[in-house]
C-alpha cells in the first residue's frame, strides 16, 4: 500500500472498579458536607472505594486481561507494559512487574509512570513513540489508581473528589490507511514550577511519610479549562482537523465544570462527551481509559470515531491525544 503509515491501534480496551460504591450521602455521614454541595460543584455523585485485596496491581491486571481477550491475545504477545499509577503497591519493583507476572506476560518489560492524572495520556505516548519506532508489536498501557489510601479524611475540600479503579489499553503495530485507525498525535506538557498546587505530602525517601493528597483545588481549577483548551485546539491543529471532525471528547474526569468548560470552548455539543465522572468520581490515570472503555462497551463510540482524549494532573502535568478507533 503506496499511502499506508504505521500506527498503534487499540485493539483492546477493559476497565476494573472496586465493587464497595460510597454514595455522596455516606461521604456526609464521614464528613462535613452534603450531596448537594458534592454535585453543585463536582457532578460527582458516588465512587468507588478499593478493599483491602484490590490494589493498583490487582486492578490493573483485571483490565488488562479484559482488554487482552477483547483483542484475542494471549498475554505472551505483549511487548511492554506501561502502568501509569501515583498510589503504587509500593516504591519498587513498579507496580507494572506484579501485573506482568499476574498475566504471565512473560516478554513484556514493564515499568511505572508517574504523571498523576496525566499519566495515561502520557502512557500513550510513549507507547505510540516505542510502537512506530518498531520496538514492540504490542503495548499494554494502564491507569490504576488507589486514592482512597492518600486521601485526607479531614480534609472536606479534596476527600469528597476521589474515586478507585483501572482501565487498560492493548495497542498494537499496524499499517494502516492514512485514514485508518490508531493515534495520530498526543501533545505532552509540564510545569514544575506549580507543582506546589497539587501533591502528595509524602514519600520513600522523605522524613515525613504522612502521604496525603494535598491541593489547591481554585488554583487547579483556574489552571485547567486553558490549559485543556489550548491542548486540545494544539491536537487539532497539528492533524490538519477541527472540533467539527471530533465524533467524542472522552476528558480526564476530574470535575463536571472542567468538562464542561473545555467541551463549551471547543464547541462541542454534550452529547458528544463522555462523562463518567458522576459515577467514578476522579480516578486519576484510570479515568480516561475507563470512561473510554465504558463508552466502546456500551456502543455510543464505534470503529472508525475520532476521539480527542485530555488530562490535567499534579505536575501540573497536561495533554492531549487525537484516537481513530
Ligand atoms: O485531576 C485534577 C485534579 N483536580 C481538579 O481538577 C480539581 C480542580 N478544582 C475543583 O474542582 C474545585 O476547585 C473544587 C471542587 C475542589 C472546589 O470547588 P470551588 O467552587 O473552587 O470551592 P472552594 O474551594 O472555593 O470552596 C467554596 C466553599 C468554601 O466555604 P467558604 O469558605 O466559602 O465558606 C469551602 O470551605 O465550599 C466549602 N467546601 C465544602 N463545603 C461542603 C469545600 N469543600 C466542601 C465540601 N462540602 N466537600
Known amino acids: 500500500m503506496a499511502d499506508s503509515v504505521q500506527r498503534a491501534v487499540l485493539t483492546g480496551i477493559g476497565g476494573y472498579l472496586p465493587e464497595t460504591v460510597v454514595t455522596n450521602d455516606e461521604m456526609s455521614r464521614r464528613v462535613d458536607t452534603s450531596d448537594q454541595w458534592i454535585v453543585e460543584r463536582t457532578g460527582i455523585r458516588q465512587r468507588h472505594f478499593a478493599a483491602a485485596h ?5 486492578m490493573g491486571a483485571s483490565a488488562a486481561r479484559a482488554a487482552l481477550a477483547m483483542a484475542g491475545l494471549p498475554a505472551e504477545s505483549v511487548g511492554a507494559i506501561i502502568l501509569a499509577t501515583s498510589t503504587p503497591d509500593q516504591a519498587f519493583p513498579a507496580t507494572a512487574v506484579h501485573v506482568q507476572a499476574a498475566l504471565g506476560a512473560v516478554n513484556a518489560f514493564a515499568f511505572d509512570l508517574a504523571a498523576a492524572c496525566s499519566g495515561f495520556i502520557y502512557g500513550l505516548s510513549v507507547a505510540d513513540a516505542m510502537i512506530r519506532a518498531g520496538q514492540v508489536q504490542h503495548v499494554l498501557v494502564i491507569g490504576a489508581e488507589v486514592y482512597s489510601r492518600i486521601l485526607d479524611f479531614s480534609d472536606r475540600g479534596t476527600c469528597v473528589l476521589f474515586g478507585d479503579g483501572a482501565g487498560a489499553v492493548l495497542l498494537s503495530s499496524r499499517h494502516v490507511s492514512v485514514d485508518g485507525p490508531g493515534v495520530l498525535s498526543t501533545h505532552l506538557h509540564a510545569d514544575g514550577r ?4 497539587l501533591y502528595v505530602d509524602g514519600a520513600v525517601g ?11 483545588g481554585r488554583e487547579v481549577f483556574r489552571h485547567a479549562v486553558t490549559l485543556l483548551a489550548a491542548a486540545v485546539s494544539e491536537a487539532l491543529a497539528a492533524n490538519n482537523l477541527t472540533a467539527q471532525d471530533v465524533d467524542w471528547l472522552v476528558p480526564h474526569q476530574a470535575n463536571r465544570r472542567i468538562i464542561d468548560g473545555v467541551g463549551r470552548k471547543l464547541g ?5 462527551v463522555v462523562v463518567t465522572v458522576d459515577a467514578h468520581a476522579n480516578t486519576s490515570a484510570a479515568s480516561i481509559p475507563l470512561a473510554l472503555a465504558q463508552a466502546m462497551a456500551d456502543g455510543r463510540i464505534k470503529p472508525g470515531a475520532l476521539v480527542l482524549l485530555e488530562a490535567l494532573g499534579g505536575g501540573l502535568t497536561w495533554g492531549s491525544a487525537l484516537l481513530r478507533i
Open 54 to 58: 484490590e490494589s493498583a496491581s490487582f
Open 194 to 197: 506549580l507543582a506546589d498546587i
Open 206 to 216: 522523605r522524613p515525613e511519610a504522612s502521604g496525603f493528597l494535598r491541593m489547591n
Open 268 to 272: 462541542l455539543p454534550p452529547d458528544r
